[in-house]
């Protein structure tokens, strides 16, 4: 089958801890993309990568940190210096000229 | 001012109902158009993808763009107690240039059919 997968499901930190949260797709997709989702607030852009090797900030980069070693994994690391770190996080992915991406199942991270 | 206003609701109709979602955006850039559907800690689903003013219809489900107002609507005809999820408008400039496919969202709208 082919999808989107995030993991873990859920995932639990205490303050002053990093975190790294997977995503994974075997759809071939070139373009990839990290969101937060907040209660009220849609989904806001973290971090997008257009190609492996190169990616560029969101519209609330500060705090998170992203690779893009293989296409097929863009993993996305919560750092410290992220105050309210509690959200539900979404990855999606896409081909490089289609605008309609596709999402992950979500990974909900609780700071303790 | 959000790029993308979107109506949070909630919003709670009986089974059969007819509903309306609306979204309405400030950018000229934006010229295509996208409602997605989230069920309760899940991913957002694509289910209706426009470029167009105008309407577009898939069994019960019809989304209106009105690119002259910058408003967009998606109406559920014979709603179902299955519909009840959160629906996100989505726009984009366009995957060329310097978009580069990235997506802005409303806020979402939660929506509550009951029997």
């Known amino acids: 089958d082919g999808g989107i997968t995030q993991s873990p499901k859920y995932l639990f930190r205490k303050e002053g801890q990093n975190v790294t949260l997977s995503c994974e797709q075997n759809l071939n997709h070139d373009a990839m993309y990290w969101y937060r989702q907040d209660p009220g607030q849609g989904l806001r852009l973290i971090y997008y990568?257009?190609?492996?090797?190169?990616?560029q900030k969101g519209d609330i980069a500060e705090g998170y940190s992203v690779s893009r070693e293989k296409k097929e994994s863009f993993p996305l690391t919560v750092t410290s210096a992220q105050k309210n770190p509690t959200a539900f996080y979404l990855c999606?992915?896409?081909?490089?000229?289609?605008?309609?991406?596709?999402f992950g199942p979500g990974t909900r991270l609780t700071v303790l | 001012q959000k790029e993308v206003e979107q109506d949070p609701g909630p919003l709670s109709v009986p089974e059969g109902a007819i509903v309306s979602l609306n979204c309405t955006y400030s950018?000229?850039?934006?010229?295509?158009f996208m409602w997605y559907r989230q069920y309760s800690r899940k991913g957002p689903e694509l289910l209706m993808y426009?470029?167009?003013?105008g309407n577009k219809e898939d069994g019960r489900f019809t989304a209106q763009v009105d690119k002259s107002s910058k408003y967009i609507s998606l109406f559920i005809r014979d709603s179902q107690p299955s519909d009840s999820a959160t629906y996100l408008c989505a726009m984009s400039g366009g995957a060329g240039g310097t978009s580069y496919g990235k997506l802005t969202f409303g806020q979402g709208t939660i929506l509550t059919v009951h029997p």
């Open positions: 990568s257009q190609i492996v090797n190169d990616f």
């Open positions: 999606a992915s896409t081909y490089t000229g289609t605008d309609t991406q596709y």
């Open positions: 950018n000229s850039a934006f010229q295509y």
């Open positions: 426009t470029y167009s003013s």
